[in-house]
């Protein structure tokens, strides 16, 4: 759990320096430092996505997880949590909310770095790669805040939620995670942010509902255990 505690916290820190930031920059500095950090967005999904061996696992997984996550309503369900939270918070302000806390925590959550350092954590107690994505997140939370506000500050606790639970996890699932499969899962992941990226950049005619597609990024662990069975 350590390792999870520090990638919150550190969140928070750059959420509350890039808070200090936004106030001094003008709203066309804003909207060019949203589009950049869109177009990072989706090129970090596009870097985890393009590993994928097998393309067709990829698309079937997140197929059904995208299924799955329509009949939850995990997008909507954020989008509440957002909506919750803000009205907790600020009654007056802080019109991006609860786009940054969704956005941010989606971002922070979503990729290799945050699966992989997790295992680390828990089954080695090996903190180095979740200490290397803190930092990442430490510089993507200063600029996000700066734009999208106070929002992206409350992300730490998705970060700490989902990583911890994955630490704590990881003795369980550590037989089924093989290479193949983390390639995979990251695959997935970056098709997500991809999706991410396209909405911060505002490409769609409606935003698409990225945190629907969040349960097809475990489901590469189902597919490889069902094809190893058979075999």
Known sequence: MIAAIVNAIVVILGGLLGLLLGGRLKEQHTKTIVAALGICTA?????????????????????????????????????????????????????????????????????????????????????????????????????????????????????????????LLAGFVEPYLSAEVIVEMSAVGGIMLIGTGMNILGLTKERIKVGNMLPAIVLPVGWFAVVNFLK
């Open 43 to 167: 090129v970090i999904g596009i870097t985890s996505a393009i590993v994928t061996s097998n393309i067709l696992i990829v698309i079937i997984c997140l197929v059904i997880g995208t299924i799955v996550g329509e009949l939850l309503k995990i997008e909507q369900r954020l989008d509440t949590l957002g909506d919750w939270l803000k009205s907790k918070v600020s009654k007056n302000g802080g019109g991006r909310f609860t786009e940054g806390f969704v956005t941010a925590s989606l971002l922070f959550c979503v990729g290799s770095m945050a699966i992989m350092g997790s295992f680390d954590a828990g089954l080695r107690g090996d903190y180095n790669t979740i200490f290397a994505k803190s930092a990442l997140d430490c510089v993507m939370a200063v600029t996000f805040a700066a734009t999208m506000g106070v929002g992206v500050l409350f992300s730490s606790a998705t970060v700490l939620i989902y990583q911890g639970a994955l630490t």
